[in-house]
């Protein structure tokens, strides 16, 4: 929804709903700006430096929770789960549920297509961030991370929104059967790729997808699934768990 400036009321709502009372709501409308607004280039509150400054506030508050709620867990682990924790996927699902696209100002004119599914809403909840530091302290922004990032502190939905499952599979092949998995994919008529990934040619996982790319990504993200929850490999990926 474009809009041109947003309203005291409008500004409220927003504030109620990250849980975040601002001192100076000036900081918060300057994260809410997109660049189409700018009036003076060289303004030293503007939507492009608060999204530079969220990315490594949010990036330190994961590591923090990451730190005390696994720690068991070494640097690679813990790397892998900030990096699945701080991907544009789970960013693009906390924008969302947070409403931010009701909230963003443009010039009215659409220029922001397909806002839903943009890089943008991402961005722009780096940029609350930005905001919310600037304005509230590190303490609030803490707060503000754990809180609408809680639901994702969790294995098994780490799992599934792992940006990379072809490098998590192959990071436990590796480690543990000293091979690499390997991949078979044939295109399909009117449905796009087909994918299949095998280790030891006795655990399998199989996917689809528009592209190669894709139908791999889901072959390896249930293979890892699998692997997960057999018995057989239980005490091996727990070992991964606390060494990987």
């Known amino acids: 929804m474009d809009q041109k400036s947003i309203s005291p009321a409008r500004l409220r709502e927003l504030q109620k709903i990250i849980g975040v009372r601002f001192h100076k709501e000036k900081g918060l409308i300057s994260a809410l700006a997109h660049t189409c607004c700018r009036n003076r280039p060289d303004q030293a509150l ?19 929770k990451l730190f005390h709620k696994f720690p068991q867990a070494n640097e690679g682990l813990l790397s892998r789960l900030r990096s699945t924790l701080v991907s544009k996927k789970v960013l693009l699902r906390v924008a969302k549920t947070l409403k931010l696209r009701h909230f963003l100002i443009t010039q009215g004119n659409g220029v922001i297509q397909d806002l839903a599914n943009s890089k943008l809403l991402s961005d722009l909840l780096e940029a609350v961030i930005g905001a919310i530091f600037l304005d509230r302290g590190l303490t609030h922004v803490q707060k503000f991370v754990w809180k609408h990032w809680e639901r994702y502190f969790d294995e098994k939905k780490l799992i599934r929104l792992d940006p990379n499952p072809k490098s998590t599979l192959q990071e436990l092949s590796q480690k543990f059967f000293h091979v690499l998995p390997i991949y078979e994919v044939k295109l ?44 057989t490999y239980s005490r091996l990926l727990k070992k991964a768990t606390r060494e990987a």
């Open 188 to 231: 399909l008529r009117k449905t796009g790729f087909q994918a299949s990934v095998r280790i030891l040619k006795k655990m399998m996982g199989s996917g689809k997808g528009l592209s190669k790319q894709a139908a791999e990504e889901e072959a390896a993200l249930k293979l890892v699934r699998k692997l997960k929850s057999k018995k």
């Open 46 to 64: 503007t939507f492009e430096r608060l999204e530079f400054f969220g990315d490594a506030l949010l990036n330190f508050a994961i590591c923090e």
